[in-house]
């Protein structure tokens, strides 16, 4: 079997949190559907929420400290990524936007992702598509067909594992599973390891 990466980034502020639960099924479904597709998985969660003075320093200075770096590496160097906001006002959570504007424009390029979002109720699905999918669109990512949004009364039956959530769960880690198996491992990339490429062209992001 081959082995790819699945960078999981969860924006939920409580522990536990629905958004972390939601998260949690996304991963188990895609990691099922990937080894029917003959390919292992190794998975790596990033809590957000244990970011957040990072990513405060970062929209001060300007620079990513080490474990801040260390985890934009791991999203960035994933072959897929799972993707999970709460929704406030319609829209994806502060902490969410603020990781992803950390990332450079070209880093999600070409990367299947999955979208998720939680929220009190499902007034706000839409936020997938009018907030998170442009999100994504801007990026340059591969953003799967099915987003899957999960209100508190999803929860209601057993923390989701039945009914119409279990579905669309089911129907987007197919989904992405699908994405992953036609695309090439994703191979880290450090442009300081060309002695050939000048320092003005780095700068240029040749």
Same mark, same amino acid.
């Given at each position: 079997?081959?082995? %790819?990466?699945?960078?999981?980034?969860?924006? +939920?502020? +409580?522990?536990?949190?629905?958004?972390?639960? #939601?998260?949690?099924?996304?991963?188990?479904?895609?990691?099922?559907?990937? %080894?029917? /597709?003959? &390919?292992?998985?190794?998975?790596?969660?990033?809590?957000?929420?244990?970011?957040?003075? =990072? !990513?405060?320093?970062?929209? #001060?200075?300007?620079?990513?400290?080490?474990?801040?770096?260390?985890?934009? =590496?791991?999203?960035?160097?994933?072959?897929?990524? &799972?993707?999970?906001?709460? &929704?406030?006002?319609?829209?994806?959570?502060?902490?969410?936007?603020?990781?992803? *504007?950390?990332? *450079?424009? =070209?880093? !999600?390029?070409?990367?299947?992702?999955?979208?998720?979002?939680?929220?009190?109720?499902?007034?706000?699905?839409?936020?997938?598509?009018?907030? #998170?999918?442009?999100?994504?669109?801007?990026?340059?990512?591969?953003?799967?067909?099915?987003?899957?949004?999960?209100?508190?009364?999803?929860?209601? +039956? +057993?923390?989701?594992?039945?009914?119409? !959530?279990?579905?669309?769960?089911? /129907?987007?880690?197919?989904?992405?599973?699908?994405?992953?198996?036609? %695309?090439?491992?994703?191979?880290?990339?450090?442009?300081?390891? *060309?002695?050939?490429?000048?320092?003005? *062209?780095? #700068?240029?992001? %040749?």
């Amino acid at each position: 079997m081959s082995t %790819r990466t699945l960078a999981v980034v969860s924006a +939920g502020l +409580g522990t536990p949190s629905s958004t972390r639960l #939601l998260a949690d099924r996304l991963t188990a479904a895609t990691v099922a559907a990937l %080894r029917e /597709r003959g &390919i292992t998985a190794t998975v790596e969660v990033v809590e957000l929420r244990e970011h957040a003075r =990072d !990513l405060a320093d970062h929209l #001060l200075t300007g620079f990513a400290n080490e474990p801040l770096r260390a985890t934009v =590496d791991t999203v960035t160097g994933a072959d897929a990524v &799972i993707a999970v906001t709460p &929704i406030f006002s319609a829209s994806y959570s502060g902490l969410f936007k603020t990781f992803f *504007d950390v990332l *450079d424009k =070209d880093a !999600l390029a070409g990367t299947p992702v999955l979208m998720g979002a939680t929220a009190g109720t499902a007034r706000h699905s839409l936020a997938l598509e009018h907030a #998170l999918r442009p999100l994504f669109a801007y990026l340059r990512a591969t953003v799967v067909p099915t987003a899957v949004f999960a209100a508190s009364e999803d929860w209601a +039956g +057993g923390e989701g594992t039945g009914g119409a !959530l279990a579905d669309r769960v089911d /129907r987007a880690a197919g989904e992405l599973a699908d994405l992953v198996a036609g %695309r090439p491992p994703a191979a880290p990339v450090d442009p300081f390891a *060309d002695p050939a490429t000048s320092f003005e *062209d780095l #700068l240029r992001g %040749r």
